[in-house]
C-alpha cells in the first residue's frame, strides 16, 4: 500500500511529483482518493503484503524497473490479487519521474485489469485512468507536432539566414567590383580630359607657321605640317588667285574618292567672303579643302611641304589626312588666321 500512501501524501503536498504536468497531476488527484477507498477491502484478504511491500519499497527508493518485475511477480504467484498489481504496474509507467515512462504500457495494464478483473474494485478507476491517460497522449502528440513544425521553422529560418548572409556576400563582392570598374571609368574619362583622343571639335590652320592643329574641348589633340596655295600671303580675294582663305568656317562635307587621295571641304567662301568679292565684281571662287596629295604621287610624303603648290587647299601627306579624316566630323570649326 505504500505506493497509494505516497499518492495521497504527494497529492496533499504542494510540492506535487507531476508539477508542471497539468494533464497527469489532474489525473492523480482523481485517482488517489479512488485508491484510499479501495485499500482497506484489499489488505483484509491479502496475503502477500510482504510482496507488495517489498514492491513499494523500489518505488519509494525511485527504482522503477526493480518495483515493476516485483508487480509482475505478485501478477504471477498470487493471481488474485494481479488488479492491484496491474492498476499499481500502471501507475508506475505512467509516473512522470519514471525515466522510461511509456503511456503505451500503462493503458496496457488498465486494459488488462479490466479485461481479466471484471468484478474489480479497481475497474472504474482504471477507465477513467485509460480516458485521461489517452488525453494527455493525444495533447503530447498535438505538443510534439507543434514542437517539430517550430523546429521546422527555426531550421527554415535558419536557411534563409545562411541564403541571406550568402547574398549579402555576394551583393558586397559585386558592389566592390561595381565600384572598382566605376573607378576604372573615372580614371578613364580623367584620361580622356587631360590627354583627349577626339572627336576633334575645332580645327586650327596658321598660315604663316604652315601648321594644322586639332583641338577637343580645349585641348590639344595632335599638330601637322601642312602646304598651302601657291601664292599663300593675305586671304583669298577671288578664284585663281591661289590664294589660302582667312576667316572661321566649317567643315561641311566630305569626298573619299578625291583625285587629292581623301578631302575634307571647308565652307568657303562665307558671306564676308562673298561680299568682298561683290564689292570688287569678281568671283569669289570655292573647293578649298584639306586634302592629302595628288593620286600617284603618294611617294613625295612629308617633303611635299617643301613648296605651297596647292590652289588654296591646304595640304597634308595621305596617312595623315586618313588620320584627321577620322577625328573630325562634319560640321567642325575652322578658324585660319593669317
Known amino acids: 500500500m505504500r505506493v497509494l500512501k505516497w499518492f495521497q501524501k504527494t497529492t496533499s503536498s504542494k510540492q506535487c511529483w507531476f508539477a508542471g504536468l497539468a494533464p497527469l497531476a489532474r489525473v492523480c488527484s482523481i485517482v488517489v482518493p479512488l485508491l484510499l477507498c479501495s485499500c482497506g477491502g484489499l489488505n483484509n484478504g491479502f496475503q502477500a503484503r510482504d510482496a507488495f511491500r517489498e514492491a513499494n519499497n523500489r518505488f519509494n527508493r525511485g527504482e522503477y524497473s526493480a518495483s515493476l518485475g516485483s508487480y509482475q511477480q505478485i501478477i504471477e504467484q498470487e493471481p488474485e490479487a494481479g488488479d492491484r498489481a496491474l492498476f499499481e504496474m500502471g501507475i508506475i509507467h505512467a509516473h ?79 558592389e566592390q567590383e561595381l565600384k572598382g570598374k566605376q573607378d576604372t571609368i573615372n580614371a578613364l574619362q580623367a584620361e580622356r580630359i587631360a590627354n583627349p583622343t577626339g572627336p576633334a571639335d575645332r580645327i586650327l590652320i596658321e598660315k604663316k607657321a604652315r601648321r594644322l592643329t586639332l583641338f577637343a574641348r580645349g585641348k590639344e589633340l595632335k599638330s601637322y605640317p601642312i602646304a598651302l596655295g601657291g601664292n599663300p600671303n593675305g586671304p583669298k580675294e577671288r578664284q585663281g588667285d591661289n590664294k589660302t582663305p582667312e576667316g572661321i568656317y566649317r567643315i561641311e562635307s566630305r569626298n573619299r574618292n578625291s583625285s587629292f587621295h581623301l578631302a575634307l571641304r571647308i565652307s568657303y567662301p562665307n558671306e564676308r567672303d562673298k ?11 570655292g573647293d578649298i579643302m584639306i586634302h592629302g596629295i595628288k593620286n600617284g604621287f603618294s611617294w613625295v610624303g612629308g617633303l611635299h611641304t617643301e613648296a605651297d603648290w596647292t590652289q588654296g587647299c591646304i595640304a597634308v601627306t595621305n596617312q595623315e589626312i586618313e588620320e584627321i579624316e577620322k577625328l573630325v566630323p562634319n560640321g567642325t570649326t575652322v578658324e585660319i588666321r593669317p
Open 96 to 174: 512522470p519521474g519514471n525515466g522510461q515512462k511509456d503511456y503505451q504500457k500503462a493503458q496496457d495494464c488498465f486494459q488488462q485489469l479490466i479485461r481479466d478483473y471484471p468484478e474489480s474494485a479497481y475497474r472504474k478507476d482504471s477507465q477513467l485512468m485509460l480516458f485521461n491517460i489517452s488525453t494527455v497522449m493525444a495533447k503530447d502528440s498535438t505538443i510534439a507536432t507543434q514542437q517539430a513544425q517550430i523546429e521546422a521553422l527555426r531550421q527554415e529560418l535558419h536557411d534563409r539566414s545562411n541564403e541571406r548572409a550568402a547574398l549579402q556576400k555576394t551583393i558586397t563582392a559585386l
Open 275 to 285: 561680299k568682298r568679292a561683290k564689292e570688287r565684281g569678281v568671283s569669289p571662287g
